[in-house]
């Protein structure tokens, strides 16, 4: 669990090292400000933002892999679409073999788990992360997927896990298509 913070705490400092651009402490002045056509804002509206793809060394098959595979799918949402299934099966966490539904990706909303001051934390279905739900995950590899367990956890002030509590939940991801995929909730 230490392990897996400290390397979620690197990968934090690494990103967020290197996503600030060497211009943003200069502000923008209306001289430095190019100046687009009509036509320029019409068309960049309608394109997209592009997404830079997964690291190659997060789309292996194996545990460390797996590893950096999910901490750049918490610190990255822009990158979860790509990375989950068009549907996502809902089973039961008591029996994986009972299938209670199937969700869209984007009905299948929020991502239940988020980092807080480095943190594991519980994500609530209106997006906001509180800080006064912890979680315990635990990941482990079921076959050729790798599944997420989580619930809501006490804490002592240096971390040290108190007790569990809720109920449990679960994320599977599969390896398809070259990298990892969402493809089901265990709820």
Known sequence: MRLLRIKTTLLLIFVTGCSVPSHADKPATAESRPQKSQAQHSSKAQEAPTVQPMDADACGNNDQDFDNFFNAYIYRPELRPQHTSPSI???????????????????????????????????????????????????????????????????????????????????????????????QELR
């Open 89 to 183: 099966e809902i089973r039961q966490i008591s029996d994986k073999n009972k299938k209670i539904g199937t969700e869209t990706k984007e009905q299948n909303k929020p991502f239940k788990i988020g980092l807080i001051d480095y943190r594991w934390s519980y994500v609530t279905a209106h997006g906001k992360e509180e800080k006064s739900d912890r979680i315990e995950i635990k990941i482990h590899r079921e076959g050729n997927a790798m599944q997420v367990d989580f619930i809501r956890a006490k804490y002592t002030n240096d971390d040290t896990l108190i007790r569990t509590y809720g109920p449990e939940g679960a994320y599977v991801f599969e390896h398809k298509n070259n990298c990892w995929q969402l493809t």
